[in-house]
Every structure is written in structure tokens, then in C-alpha cells.
């Protein structure tokens, strides 16, 4: 072969080479690696492109989401492995199962989507469900976790795939809060909803900068004197039109718009200012604010927070963080960080919401936390099952083993109290004492509380209990 002949063929070779090897990133970019189905970034795009398409040939298209329902518990329970194991079946079953132009993903986690085009999504959406539903063999034993199903369709429903999508979440949440096992399909009740949603949303946008969030108080006291010995700062949402809104009705969705690190900002700064005084005037020793568990996925958290408190008046040792477990697993080492760095400074920080979850434990053994917030859910059943009690009393025996404070949440009667006490619970909080409140009533228990005579634990709930 001719020299110039020989280097087009190895330039024709090399060029081959890199095709392919182009052609299998993209395809490695656009695969979720457990089930092989396209994953979410595809999916989405792919969506964009079939309603285009559709918009030109006035086809239907209908987006499913499926969800299964105890996927948490079967993993828990038989381990990360099986988990696996199940989220692979659950992929082969549904890419068996596609018909003709049909698209099959994996969303993430437990979360997958069909598009398709079938003229009847129910008897779709009721197919989807009877094949999760049947029974399959992990480890010898038979597991069926069961599913949920959403649907919404093209262009009945939405013009758009950002929509259609939300719109299709909307019909799965929904079946998912009544108990799962079903198939929704996006209706009027959800549409009207989706509106009142899209306001409150525009309201949270304004309403942040204009001052509408602000801060209130929980009494902490100590477990054995029933002195206050600290305040948790809770956000509430002064509505122009709503009245006061707890945070159950916009913490969810500020997370979701990513305006959750505003809102914290708000509460930090003015609940500092109504706090700290208090702080000097030897009212109180700590205040507890919680944090967004998302903030913790941010890097920069723990220093932006030393950054704001240096603006406050609040010694660094007098404040302590709340965090839920939900995202402390995830980046072990990040958050870890974290929470050195601000334990540094002499923050403590707090597990918060603690016996809800499975991994709880092991955030403590591997994380340097100061203080435990037993969940409510423990507590409402203390003085009335002998085992919660039981559980409640090794749990506190387990923390002081380890040098952490346990504060026990959700006390709403004296029996509760009398039993934390007797176990050697270091600090409670709860309707009982106090329930939460603006900042001119909580700088009024305040001084009462200092001035007033000792009581005993027993008297009507609702007030300050001072104890001698
Ligand atoms: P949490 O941190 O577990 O706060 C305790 C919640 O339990 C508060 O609800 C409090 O009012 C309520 N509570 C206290 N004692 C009792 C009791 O004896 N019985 C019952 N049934 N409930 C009691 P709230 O104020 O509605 O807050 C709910 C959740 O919203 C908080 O749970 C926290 O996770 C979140 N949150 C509150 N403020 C903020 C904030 O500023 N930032 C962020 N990121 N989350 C916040
Ligand atoms: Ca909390
Ligand atoms: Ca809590």
C-alpha cells in the first residue's frame, strides 16, 4: 500500500474509534447503570421532543409515573443489595411489558416513567399497577412492595413536558397520601389545587423580601428543675390574606423552589435580634434554629452561617443548629465538614426528629453531635405502653453513654413528663409547657418565669411549669 493510502485508512480507523467510543459515552450519559432504561435527563428531553412531535400529528400522549410503596422498608429490611435487586426486576418488567413508541426510565430511587401513546391510559395505568403488584423471589423470600401510578396527558392536560410532568407528580402524590396501591389520574380537583398552589408560590416570592416571615419562640426547659433553659426558633408566614401559616404549609414548597435558604436567613436573623438579649440578660442559654436539610448539600453552608452569626450579637456557643438526618448520610464526609466546622466555632448541633428514621443511629456514632431531639412520636406513647417507655429509657441510657444532651419534643402531658424525668432526660419542650410563640409573649414568660415563685411539675398544661 502507497504511504499516503496507508495513513487515510489509519485516519479512517482512528476516526471510526472515536465514534464509537463517542457514540458509548453518550449512551453511558443517557443510561441509569442499575436498569439500563434511559434515566431522568433523557427522559425529559425525549418527552420535549414527542410532544413537539405530536403537536404536529395531533396525537395524545400520555406520561405515567410509577412509584413503588414500600421500597424503603424492603431495602431497610433485607439491605441495599436486594433493593438493587427489586429496582432491576421492577425496570425488566416494565421494558417487557412497552409496546410499540412506548419509552420506559428510571426517574431515580424507586421512581420510574412510561411515555406512551395508547388510547387508553387507564387500562394502561391499571396494567402498570398489576404487574408491579405481582410478587417476586429476593433471597427465597417473595417481596411485592406494590406500586402507585400518575397520569396526565398530552394535550388534554398540559401543553407543556415541565407541566405534564408536575401535573403527572401531582396525580401520584396524591394516590401515594391515600394510601398507594392506585392509579390517579390528573383532574379538576388538581388542576384547581395546581392554581392555588402557583399563587401562594408567587406570595412566598414576595412576601420573603417583604418582611412577611418572621420567628417564634418554644420554650426548652430543664428535664429536673423545669427551668427554661433555651428557645427553638420556628418560622411562621404572616400572610396578607392567609393569616399566620405554620411551616407545614410553605417549608415543603420553599424547598422545593429553592427558596428555603432565604427563608432560614429571615428567621436567623430577626430570631437572633429578638433572642439574644435574652441570651445576655441570662434568661436563656441556647437558641436552636433549624436548617433546611438541603443546605447541608451545600458546601459553602457552614461558613455562610459563621458569616451571618458574626453579624448578630449571639456568642457562637450559645447557639445550636437543628438538622434531620435525611441528607447527613449522603455526603458523609461534606457533612462532617460541616459540622466540625462550625463545632469549632462552639455551635452544637442537634439530630433532630430522632426515632424516626432507620439510619439514625448510625449519624450518631459516626457524626460529633452534641444534643438529640427525641421525636414526638416516641414520646405520644410513653405513658401508655410499658415497651415505648422502655425503648424511650435505653435510648436515653445509649446517649448519656455517648456524652449527648437528649431533649425530649412533643410533651403534651404531665404523665410524659413525669416518666422523662424519672428516666434522666436532660431537657424537654412541648405543648405541656409552652406552645410556640410570638416574641413579646416569649420576652414576657421570660421575666415572669424569673420572677415567679417555684411550682411543682403539677398544674394546668399550657403554662410554665417552674419547678423547686
Ligand atoms: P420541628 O423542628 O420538629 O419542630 C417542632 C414542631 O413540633 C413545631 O411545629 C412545634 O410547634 C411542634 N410542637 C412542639 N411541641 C409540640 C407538642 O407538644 N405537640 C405537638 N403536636 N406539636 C408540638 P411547627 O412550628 O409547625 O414546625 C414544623 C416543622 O417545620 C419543624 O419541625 C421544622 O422541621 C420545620 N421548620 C420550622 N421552622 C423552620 C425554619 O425556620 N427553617 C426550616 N428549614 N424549617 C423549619
Ligand atoms: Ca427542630
Ligand atoms: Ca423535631
Redesign the pocket.
Same mark, same amino acid.
Given at each position: 500500500m502507497p504511504d499516503s493510502a496507508k495513513k487515510l485508512s489509519d485516519l479512517q480507523a482512528r476516526v471510526a474509534q472515536l465514534e464509537s467510543e463517542r457514540a458509548l459515552t453518550m449512551r453511558l450519559a443517557q443510561t441509569d447503570s442499575l436498569t439500563g432504561l434511559v434515566n431522568r435527563g433523557a427522559f425529559t428531553s425525549e418527552l420535549c421532543e414527542r410532544l413537539e412531535a405530536a403537536r404536529a400529528t395531533g396525537e395524545r400522549v400520555a406520561l405515567f409515573v410509577v412509584d413503588l410503596d414500600r421500597f424503603k422498608l424492603l431495602n431497610d429490611t433485607l439491605g441495599h443489595h436486594a433493593g438493587d435487586l427489586f429496582l432491576a426486576e421492577v425496570g425488566e418488567r416494565l421494558r417487557a411489558s412497552a409496546g410499540d413508541g412506548e419509552l420506559v426510565a428510571r426517574l431515580g430511587g424507586d421512581e420510574f416513567a412510561l411515555i406512551s401513546s395508547d388510547a387508553d391510559p387507564a387500562r394502561r395505568a391499571q396494567q402498570l399497577l398489576d404487574l408491579l403488584t405481582a410478587p417476586h423471589a429476593i433471597y427465597g423470600r417473595q417481596v411485592s412492595p406494590g406500586a402507585s401510578v400518575g397520569v396526565a396527558v398530552f394535550p388534554d392536560d398540559a401543553a407543556e413536558a415541565g407541566d405534564l410532568q408536575r401535573f403527572a407528580d401531582m396525580a401520584l402524590y396524591r394516590v401515594k397520601t391515600r394510601g398507594g396501591r392506585r392509579w390517579s389520574a390528573f383532574d379538576a380537583e388538581l388542576r384547581d389545587e395546581n392554581q392555588r398552589r402557583r399563587t401562594l408560590e408567587a406570595d412566598l416570592r414576595r412576601g420573603i423580601p417583604a418582611g412577611e416571615i418572621e420567628?417564634?419562640f418554644?420554650p426548652v426547659v430543664d428535664a429536673q428543675d423545669g427551668r427554661i433553659v433555651g428557645v427553638?426558633?420556628?418560622?411562621?408566614w404572616r400572610h396578607p390574606e392567609h393569616g399566620l401559616l405554620?411551616?407545614?404549609a410553605f417549608?415543603p414548597m420553599a424547598e422545593e423552589l429553592g427558596l428555603?435558604g432565604r427563608?432560614?436567613e429571615a /428567621?436567623f436573623e430577626a430570631g437572633c435580634a429578638c433572642a439574644a438579649p435574652w441570651v445576655e440578660a441570662g434568661l436563656i442559654e441556647q437558641i436552636s434554629?433549624?436548617?433546611?436539610p438541603r443546605d447541608l448539600l451545600d458546601p459553602s453552608f457552614s461558613r455562610k452561617l459563621i458569616g451571618r452569626l458574626g453579624k448578630t450579637a449571639l456568642p457562637a456557643t450559645n447557639l445550636t443548629v437543628?438538622i434531620?438526618e435525611t441528607f447527613l448520610l449522603q455526603d458523609l464526609a461534606l457533612s462532617r465538614r460541616h459540622i466540625e466546622r462550625l463545632n469549632a466555632k462552639g455551635i452544637r448541633i442537634a439530630l433532630?426528629?430522632f426515632g424516626t428514621g432507620y439510619s439514625n443511629l448510625r449519624a450518631l456514632m459516626h457524626l460529633p453531635i452534641q444534643t438529640v431531639?427525641l421525636?414526638?412520636s416516641l414520646i405520644c406513647d410513653i405513658a401508655k405502653d410499658q415497651r415505648v417507655a422502655k425503648l424511650v429509657a435505653s435510648m436515653l441510657h445509649a446517649a448519656r453513654a455517648l456524652g449527648v444532651r437528649i431533649i425530649a419534643?412533643? /410533651?403534651?402531658e404531665e404523665a410524659q413528663a413525669i416518666i422523662l424525668r424519672a428516666a434522666g432526660c436532660d431537657r424537654m419542650?412541648?405543648?405541656?409547657f409552652a406552645?410556640?410563640m410570638p416574641a413579646d409573649q416569649m420576652d414576657d414568660a421570660l421575666r415572669e418565669s424569673r420572677a415567679a415563685a417555684p411550682r411543682e411539675l403539677t398544674s394546668e398544661p399550657g403554662r410554665l411549669r417552674i419547678h423547686a
Open positions: 420567628p417564634w418554644q427553638e426558633v420556628l418560622a411562621r405554620l411551616p407545614g417549608v428555603i427563608i432560614d /428567621v434554629f433549624n436548617v433546611s437543628e434531620t433532630d426528629d431531639k421525636d414526638r419534643e412533643g /410533651v403534651e419542650q412541648g405543648y405541656w406552645r410556640p
